[in-house]
């Protein structure tokens, strides 16, 4: 069973950096390299955006919002991945949850091969 755990999320104030962290277990390590992975998030009464997403040959997509304050990066030695967030805005404010995709699926958040944590909330006050 692949499950991804959030974490680092929290209050800043805007102007903020904030680092969140995905551990994704139950893919072998071997395979790791091979999921697709994001991060998505979501405010009530708004739509899910996939914010980052670190494809398979390492390459990176980010909703024109986020681009040059949002930086994604995983590491295939150790399962996980990380959101760095710097000059946050209150309208990043969310719960923030990532997401594994394996091949050779396409890799967004909602597809149904997707594996997706819980979140961790964001808020950012100004």
């Known amino acids: 069973q692949v499950q991804p755990v959030e974490s680092g999320g929290g209050a800043v104030q805007a102007g903020g950096s904030l680092t969140l962290s995905c551990a994704i277990s139950?893919?072998?390590?071997?395979?790791?390299?091979?999921?697709?992975l994001g991060w998505y998030r979501q405010a009530p009464g708004k739509e899910r955006e996939d914010v980052a997403i670190?494809?398979?040959?390492?390459?990176?997509t980010y909703i024109d919002s986020v681009k040059g304050r949002f930086t994604i990066s995983r590491d295939n030695l150790e399962n996980a991945l990380t959101l760095q967030m710097d000059d946050l805005e209150p309208k990043d404010s969310a719960m923030y949850h990532c997401?594994?995709?394996?091949?050779?699926?396409?890799?967004?958040?909602?597809?149904?091969?997707?594996?997706r944590g819980q979140g961790t909330q964001v808020t950012v006050s100004s």
């Open positions: 997401w594994a995709t394996p091949p050779p699926y396409h890799c967004y958040s909602s597809s149904p091969y997707s594996h």
């Open positions: 139950g893919i072998p390590t071997y395979q790791f390299s091979t999921y697709c």
């Open positions: 670190m494809t398979r040959d390492g390459g990176t």
